[in-house]
């Protein structure tokens, strides 16, 4: 057959039918040894993670409030023991409820009629009634709130630990299916827990200083808003990453590529 | 106490529909990247390739007409043996009131083999214009595109080709969005595409479940919907129902992967809010009509009927989910959050996973490893908040085929506003 320089020696499907291979071991093996036991160390050291995040929050809101104005507590989790931070908020009286009403009200008339659709301006959108639906219940029911702000702690810090396991496994997950070397799984694993952890006690200290120095008016809509899908952003932006170098890698290499 | 028991109850049985979800799309990601593909009939080199009738709606495509008629001339189809191409073009001007008519009858003065249709009586919409001209299509084999579509020369062969096997009852092709550097939409809409096709359309064929006809790059045969009573013209999805009207039948539906084709993306959220909702509300008048047929049909294995149920209750879920976030603001307000000792984070997580954008993250991220994209990986975090965007108008469009079915209201044809600006945009 003839074959000059400008011919095909190959001739391959395009990329409509082109899969890769796995390695069952190396994937099992990453599961194993890295997702799983990643997964786990949130829960084994428990007590001193959510120690060390109550602790650091401490720490950071009396530099800002005064010493003496927290106390770190404990309590069981099915998981383990978790510590939180103790501390009193404040209860919006009805005029602070009221105008919070108000002013959400006029935000969400300006969304409505003057601000263009964007998925932001809808997610704004979604806050703002969980909030109004927050000053309501102030209204007419203050007295029935069912949490202190201590309370709240509390439940913040059961969801952290869910948001830390569930965050390193799905990123463990991801990664550990695609083809590329186990410390770069590792390091995105790692990665991923500390953004987790740092982004945990940012949130937390916000959350905690906002409650109390303002209202507990503002718990419903951080926590419906500020909660897990904002974690999703950091590990679907790692994600984004890891597959990023993944496609470069693979474009440089076809030979990895089955048809 | 009853009803807080039914709102955790709810809220449980949601996370469990979400994870549902979320295995479905993880099984689709593995096989895609990691199996054998299965290929359909783009191998059959016929010389018995049939005589096709290319359908394309227009209303008001003064700016695209040209571009897919021009793109459908050049197409390489086969000719018979005398040379004439086995092809019509049926260009549907359906109730146009710019130049579509005038551009229509240009061509068809030029080219003989495309026969528009001008219609200005009767029901306006796609599935009325489609039912007409069956009518007088000559082809036994009816390929659709819309009119924003741009078909690639060796594209309708690779569609027809599939009709070679006789249990084929309609096929359907990969679409890419061809404004992507429009603005962030498109490329956002071009990732979701790919995730939609490249992922999870080859991997339910892989997989022997559903693959779905769109109503556009795609084709059936004739005799087929004509005998079963042609398009439904009260039904806004017609390709949805045409899907379930033929897996409930024992028809096979063949995703032609290598069939590429490209579309213009809407450009600005708010025609794609309309869009979006449109769909809703049409899948959703499908399932209402088509839910208990499907459990009921003899043509399909249990697999592939959990993954029909799945695919037809699709645009269900983000009201699932919107009732699951008003659920849980209930249980927040009454002091009962603290279900399953704080692990109600998972329910987000399976909403995310499952139905942040149609396809979840790690199944686009896949798509585009396959299609060998790199910088457009980077806007996968900006697909979150288009989790928010489709919670709320696809509620809204639910709700709107709920009152169409209560109420026996006609749905109105929305057209999709076109962004181009002359020439065929490639």
Known sequence: MLVTANMKQTIRYARTYRYLMLSKVRTAGLVFLVVLPASCFWAFFSPEITGALAYISKDILETGLGTGSFTIGMTNFSLGDISYLLTEGIMPDILFSLGNFLVTLIILFILTFFLKIRPITIFIYIALLVHLCSCLFFIFFPELFPYTLAEYSELYMKQQMGIFICMTFVMGCVTSFLPIAPWKVILAVLGCGIYSFVFAVVRYTTFLFLMKEFSVLYMACMFFTFGPLIDFLYLVSIYSLVADHTSGMLAKDVGVWKW | MVIIFFMKLYFVITVLVMLAYAVRHTVFTYNRLYQPQKMYCQDILSSDIPFVSVLIPMHNEELVAHGVLDALLRCDYPADTEGNRKMEIVPINDFSEDKTREILDTYAAKYDCIHPIHRYSGDRGKPAALNEAMKSAKGQIIVVFDADYIPARGLLRELVVSFMDPEV???????????????????????????????????????????????????????????????????????????????????????????????????TWEIRARQIRRWARGHNEVMFRYFGTLLSTKYLRPLQRIDALMLLTIYLMPVVLLLGLLDSLGLFFLGEMDIIDGWWVLLFIGAYNTFGNFAPFFEVGTANILDASRQRMFLLPYLSFNFYFYLWFITQGFFESVVDVLTKRKASWQKTVRFRQGGTGV
Do not use: H
């Not at chain 2, 603005?183 to 995730?195: A, C, H, K, M, V």
């Not at chain 2, 042609?230 to 390709?239: H, N, R, S, T």
């Open chain 2, 169 to 267: 009852g309609a096929v359907m092709g990969r679409v890419i969005p061809v404004n992507t550097e429009a603005n962030i939409l498109t490329r956002l809409l071009d990732l979701e595409r790919s995730g939609g096709y490249q992922v999870d359309q080859q991997a339910r064929y892989n997989l022997n479940l559903l693959p779905q006809y769109g109503g556009t790059v795609g084709g059936f045969r004739k005799d087929l919907i004509l005998a079963t009573g042609g398009f439904k013209v009260d039904i806004l999805a017609e390709d949805t129902e045409l899907t379930y009207r033929l897996a409930c039948s024992g028809w096979k539906i063949v995703y032609a992967n290598t069939a590429e084709c490209y579309e213009e993306a809407p450009e």
